[in-house]
């Protein structure tokens, strides 16, 4: 049983194009991440939830946006697609902030 | 603010001798202390953390870490390196009650037979 699942892995789009990422986590953690991997492997915060309530927005274009609809799902939607977009979303869940994360496999967007 | 720092993009040593891939940290208040590895065209894995306690923490895979306050140093170390301890390392660093982790930049360990 895969603990923090995303999908898709891999995302070929066109630029313009709205598209979304989903993610699922089975470990009954409270909170989940949306991180961002640029091609020099630099991970970024984007966007936290606490059992469905959003408590970290960092400095993202309003194109994305996150939603929760339960505590287990925390989904990531871009509107039209960019091609700077490109890069590698990682979906991750914690307990706690003592706990440290548990991270998905990870979804690789590329924008042609 | 929170910050973490890796100097070395990438750390060469020869299988069966010593590593040590190094973090210096600054965040205002107690520190959460965390490296995670990434191998290529995988997710992030958790190896250990400092929270409190002994600053000696052992992990995943034979890794042992060792926070140092006055340095603001949590250096990633291994007796003996193997060849699969090839991949990528972060350090991160986390204070609040986000959750938040601000993480390293990254150092690329490679391992030569």
């Known amino acids: 049983d895969t603990a923090v699942s995303q999908t898709p892995k891999y995302l070929v789009t066109q630029m313009g194009n709205d598209k979304s990422i989903k993610c699922e986590q089975n470990?009954?953690?409270?909170?989940m991440y949306w991180y961002k991997q640029d091609s020099k492997k630099f991970l970024k915060i984007m966007f936290s939830y606490n059992n469905k309530e959003l408590i970290i927005n960092e400095t993202v274009p309003n194109r994305f946006s996150p939603k929760s609809p339960d505590k287990a799902h925390l989904n990531l939607h871009i509107n039209s697609l960019e091609l700077g977009d490109s890069a590698v979303y990682f979906c991750?869940?914690?307990?706690?902030?003592?706990?440290?994360?548990?991270f998905g496999s990870g979804t690789r967007l590329t924008v042609v | 603010a929170q910050s973490v720092a890796q100097p070395e993009d990438q750390v060469n040593v020869a299988e069966g001798n010593p590593l040590t891939v190094k973090c210096t940290y600054s965040v205002s208040g107690n520190p959460y202390l965390f490296w995670y590895v990434q191998y290529p065209n995988r997710g992030l894995q958790f190896l250990l953390k400092y929270i409190t306690g002994d600053n000696l923490v052992k992990g995943s895979y034979g890794f042992e870490a060792e926070f140092n306050k006055s340095q603001t140093s949590f250096h990633l170390k291994k007796p003996s390196a193997l060849v699969s301890d090839s991949a990528l390392y972060f350090c991160?660093?986390?204070?609040?009650?986000?959750?938040?982790?601000?993480f390293g930049q990254g150092t690329t360990l490679q391992v030569k037979p």
């Open positions: 991750a869940s914690s307990p706690s902030g003592r706990d440290g994360y548990t």
């Open positions: 991160a660093v986390s204070s609040g009650n986000t959750g938040k982790l601000i």
């Open positions: 470990l009954g953690h409270d909170t």
